[in-house]
C-alpha cells in the first residue's frame, strides 16, 4: 500500500468558477483524479469550512469519495496583514502536524486558485479562478500524485513561517 497522500482543497475558483453559481461542477473532474489513486485523501482548506459543518461539506462529494474526505483544516486568525500571505498553507501544515508524525516526509498538494494562500508553489495546483478545474489541470495533479506514489522528492518541503513548539 502506497503512503496517504493528502490532498488540501479550496472550493470556490476550484470546485466551480468563483463568483458564478456553486454548482460544484467541477467536482466531478478532481474526483476523477482522485479515484486512480486509493492512497489519496482529502482535506478541505476552503473558507467554506466556516460556514458550513463538516458533514454539508461531505455531502458535496461522491458516495465513493466521502469516505476520504479526512476533516478541514483549522482556523488560524492573523495578527496582521501581512500574515495573510500563505496562510492557508499555514493553517494545513497545522492540520498535518496534528494527523502525521513527520510533516517533512509527508506527501500532500493543494488545489487552490489563490497563489498569496500558499508558499510552497511546487505542490501547488493552481487553477484559473474563472474556470475552475480543468482537464490541465487533472493532468498536472495526476503528475503530481504519480510522483509522490513512485517516491519522488523532487518537491519542495513546506516553507511556510508556521513556528514548531518544542
Same mark, same amino acid.
Given at each position: 500500500?502506497?503512503?496517504?497522500?493528502?490532498?488540501?482543497?479550496?472550493?470556490?475558483?476550484?470546485?466551480?468558477?468563483?463568483?458564478?453559481?456553486?454548482?460544484?461542477?467541477?467536482?466531478?473532474?478532481? &474526483?476523477?483524479?482522485?479515484?486512480?489513486? &486509493?492512497?489519496?485523501?482529502?482535506?478541505?482548506?476552503?473558507? +467554506?469550512?466556516?460556514?458550513?459543518?463538516?458533514?454539508?461539506?461531505?455531502?458535496?462529494?461522491? &458516495?465513493?469519495?466521502?469516505?476520504?474526505?479526512?476533516?478541514?483544516?483549522?482556523?488560524?486568525?492573523?495578527?496582521?496583514?501581512? &500574515?495573510?500571505?500563505?496562510?492557508?498553507?499555514?493553517?494545513?501544515?497545522?492540520?498535518?502536524?496534528?494527523?502525521?508524525?513527520?510533516?517533512?516526509? #509527508?506527501?500532500?498538494?493543494?488545489?487552490?486558485?489563490?497563489?498569496?494562500? +500558499?508558499?510552497?508553489? #511546487?505542490? %501547488?495546483? %493552481?487553477?484559473?479562478?474563472?474556470?475552475?478545474?480543468?482537464?490541465?489541470?487533472?493532468?498536472?495533479?495526476?503528475?503530481?500524485?504519480?510522483?509522490?506514489?513512485?517516491?519522488?522528492?523532487?518537491?519542495?518541503?513546506?516553507?511556510?513561517?508556521?513556528?514548531?513548539?518544542?
Amino acid at each position: 500500500m502506497n503512503r496517504t497522500t493528502y490532498i488540501f482543497m479550496d472550493f470556490d475558483g476550484v470546485t466551480h468558477p468563483w463568483g458564478e453559481v456553486e454548482d460544484f461542477r467541477c467536482l466531478p473532474l478532481i &474526483e476523477s483524479v482522485i479515484r486512480e489513486f &486509493e492512497e489519496v485523501k482529502i482535506v478541505i482548506s476552503s473558507d +467554506w469550512r466556516m460556514l458550513f459543518s463538516l458533514q454539508k461539506l461531505v455531502a458535496r462529494f461522491s &458516495e465513493d469519495i466521502r469516505p476520504r474526505v479526512a476533516g478541514v483544516t483549522p482556523h488560524m486568525l492573523p495578527k496582521q496583514g501581512a &500574515e495573510l500571505h500563505g496562510l492557508r498553507e499555514r493553517e494545513s501544515m497545522l492540520w498535518l502536524a496534528q494527523h502525521e508524525a513527520d510533516i517533512s516526509a #509527508s506527501a500532500w498538494c493543494a488545489i487552490d486558485d489563490a497563489p498569496g494562500n +500558499w508558499l510552497s508553489r #511546487s505542490r %501547488l495546483i %493552481l487553477t484559473d479562478f474563472k474556470r475552475g478545474f480543468t482537464e490541465e489541470d487533472a493532468a498536472a495533479l495526476t503528475r503530481m500524485l504519480n510522483a509522490f506514489r513512485d517516491g519522488v522528492p523532487a518537491l519542495e518541503k513546506p516553507r511556510s513561517s508556521f513556528r514548531w513548539a518544542s
